[in-house]
C-alpha cells in the first residue's frame, strides 16, 4: 500500500451525475467511469435526490474505472472525495438508512426560515463569522426542515440517533463500513453552521436552529487519512485521504496555490474563486467568504462569486430561440460578425445572481435596430459571459486590493475559443485553459495524493500542469471601458423587472 501503488483514485459527485477517475503520478487521467442519477422535484422549486442510489452509482464508477485501467485496490494510493456542496443528508446511525432524500443545494423550500433569521437580524452575524448570506442555498435551515417535518427525527437526533452530512461525509461513511462521521473545513463553511475564523461548529446557529451538536460530523483538514474502505468493497483496504468541495476542488486543481490567484469554472452556471491566502476576506461587494482548504496544518480562504447562468444562456439559444442546432456552432455564428451591432444580452432568467443578488431581475436584449440579426444575438449572448466574470473579478479586486493578473478556467464553455479571447480581451490578462480541464476531480487527487505521499509537495503539482491554449487581451484600454459601460446600462435595465 502507500506511496508504492501507481494511481490516485478521485470521486467527483456532483449535482446530476457521479465520476471515478484514476490520476497517475504526472497528473493525467488513466480512466472515467460516469454514471447519472436521478433528479427528484416533488414540488415546485423542491429538488431531490436518493442518497443510496448516490452511493452505489459512485460504487459503481468507482469498480468500472479500475476495470478500464485493469487496476485492482493495490495499485491505488488513495481515494479523494469532491462533491456538490451544501446538499444535505440525515440519515440513522445504526440502520445507515436516509430518514428522507437528500435536499439539494438548488432546493428552495426552506426560504421562509432563512427571512425568520434575517428578520431576527442575523445576517450580520452570519456574514461576519460563516462569510455567508442567509440564503436557503445552505445546509443549516435544510437540516432544520428535516428535523421539523419527518416524523420523529428530532427526538431521534437528539437522543443521538441521527447523523447529518454533506456528500462527502455520506460517501466516507459508507466506504469506512460506517466507522467515520467526517467533513472537511471546505464543505463545513458551506452549512451556514461553521464559524470559519473558530475553525469551528457555531454554537449560536446551532442553537437558533435547534440542531443537535451529535448529528455533525467531525471537522477535519481537506487533506488527511480520514480512515480506510472496507475490505469488502474492492478486495482490499484503500486510505479515504482527501475531502473538497468541488469549486473548492477545482481551485486545488489549477493550482492556484498563492494569494491572488483566480480560478473560473464555465458550466451551466459559473463560479469564481480568489485565493486569499491564509487570511479571510469580508466582502463588501456580494461575495461569499468561504474556507479554501485545510491543508499543511493551516487553512486557507477563498473569495466567491456564484453565477446562475453561463452556459445555460447558450442552451437557451438552443432549445427555446432554436437559433442553433449544436452549442459548437455559436463560436462560428459569432466570429461572422465583428460586433454585436449593439445588441446587448442579459441572461437574467432566475434573477442576478454575485454581485447583483436581485432576484426580481429579469432576462432581456438590449439594443436591437433593424439590423440587428441571428449573430449578433449569439454574440451577445456569448460576450454576456464573459461580462459576468468581469462583474465578479472586479469585486475581488475591491474586496482584497489584489489585482487580477491571469485567469485559469474550466468547465464545458472554456472550449469555445470566442468567449475565452472575448474574456481575455474584457479583462486585460492572459487566460489560461489547461489540457485536462477536470479540475474539480484533479484537485481531489492531489489533496488525497499529498496526504499519503504519492506527491511531496504542491511544486510537484504545479509542475504536473500543462498548457492547452493561452488566450492573450487584444482591445485598448478604451474599448474595453466602453463595452463594460454598456452592459453595465443594460443590467441595470434588467434589474427589478418583477416588481415594476
Request: aromatic residues 10%; contains cysteine; negative net charge.
Amino acid at each position: 500500500m502507500g506511496v508504492e501503488g501507481k494511481y490516485v483514485m478521485s470521486f467527483d459527485c456532483g449535482t446530476t451525475s457521479t465520476r471515478t477517475i484514476l490520476f497517475d503520478h504526472s497528473g493525467n487521467i488513466v480512466s472515467v467511469a460516469y454514471q447519472d442519477f436521478e433528479q427528484i422535484y416533488p414540488n415546485p422549486g423542491w429538488v431531490e435526490h436518493n442518497p443510496l442510489e448516490i452511493w452505489e452509482a459512485q460504487l459503481k464508477t468507482a469498480k468500472d474505472a479500475l476495470r478500464q485501467a485493469n487496476a485492482s485496490a493495490k495499485d491505488i494510493v488513495g481515494i479523494g472525495i469532491t462533491n456538490q456542496r451544501e446538499t444535505t443528508i440525515v440519515w440513522d446511525k445504526a440502520t445507515g438508512n436516509p430518514v428522507m432524500n437528500a435536499i439539494v443545494w438548488q432546493d428552495r423550500r426552506t426560504a421562509d426560515v432563512c427571512q425568520e433569521l434575517i428578520n431576527q437580524g442575523l445576517s450580520e452575524y452570519v456574514k461576519e463569522n460563516m462569510g455567508l448570506l442567509i440564503d436557503s442555498y445552505f445546509s443549516g435551515t435544510k437540516i432544520k426542515w428535516i428535523l421539523d417535518h419527518i416524523e420523529g427525527a428530532k427526538e431521534k437526533a437528539d437522543r443521538g440517533e441521527l447523523l447529518f452530512g454533506t456528500v462527502d461525509s455520506w460517501l466516507i461513511w459508507n466506504l469506512t463500513g460506517r466507522e467515520v462521521h467526517v467533513t472537511d473545513y471546505s464543505n463545513a463553511s458551506r452549512t451556514m453552521l461553521f464559524n470559519i475564523h473558530a475553525i469551528e461548529w457555531d454554537e449560536k446557529l446551532l442553537t437558533e436552529l435547534d440542531i443537535p451538536r451529535a448529528m455533525l460530523p467531525d471537522l477535519r483538514p481537506s487533506s488527511e487519512v480520514y480512515g480506510m474502505t472496507v475490505e469488502s468493497l474492492f478486495g482490499e483496504r484503500i486510505p479515504v485521504a482527501a475531502a473538497v468541495g468541488d469549486q473548492q476542488g477545482a481551485l486545488f486543481g489549477q493550482a492556484c496555490f498563492d494569494a491572488g490567484m483566480v480560478k473560473a469554472t464555465f458550466g451551466t452556471g459559473g463560479s469564481l474563486l480568489m485565493n486569499t491566502g491564509t487570511k479571510p476576506i469580508k466582502s463588501d461587494t456580494g461575495l461569499l467568504t468561504t474556507v479554501a482548504w485545510g491543508l499543511n496544518n493551516k487553512v486557507e480562504y477563498a473569495l466567491e462569486g456564484l453565477l446562475y447562468v453561463v452556459g445555460a444562456s447558450v442552451q437557451w439559444l438552443r432549445d427555446e430561440l432554436k437559433l442553433i442546432s449544436d452549442a459548437k456552432e455559436t463560436e462560428h455564428l459569432a466570429q461572422e460578425v465583428e460586433n454585436t451591432n449593439g445588441v446587448y444580452v442579459v441572461p437574467a432568467f432566475v434573477g442576478l445572481s454575485a454581485p447583483y443578488w436581485d432576484q426580481y431581475a429579469r432576462g432581456a436584449i438590449l439594443g436591437l435596430t433593424r439590423g440587428a440579426n441571428r449573430n449578433h444575438i449569439v454574440r451577445a449572448t456569448l460576450e454576456s459571459i464573459a461580462y459576468q466574470i468581469r462583474d465578479v473579478i472586479a469585486c475581488m479586486e475591491q474586496d482584497s486590493g489584489i489585482s487580477n493578473n491571469e485567469l485559469k478556467v474550466d468547465g464545458g464553455v472554456c472550449n469555445n475559443n470566442f468567449v475565452m479571447q472575448f474574456q481575455s480581451d474584457l479583462l486585460g490578462v492572459p487566460v489560461i485553459r489547461p489540457k485536462i480541464v477536470e479540475s474539480t476531480a484533479r484537485g481531489a487527487a492531489f489533496l488525497a495524493g499529498l496526504a499519503t505521499g504519492f506527491w511531496e509537495s504542491q511544486s510537484d503539482l504545479v509542475d504536473t500542469f500543462e498548457l492547452d491554449r493561452m488566450y492573450e487581451p487584444s482591445f485598448d484600454e478604451s474599448k474595453r471601458h466602453q463595452l463594460y459601460a454598456g452592459w453595465q446600462r443594460a443590467v441595470e435595465r434588467a434589474k427589478a423587472w418583477e416588481e415594476i
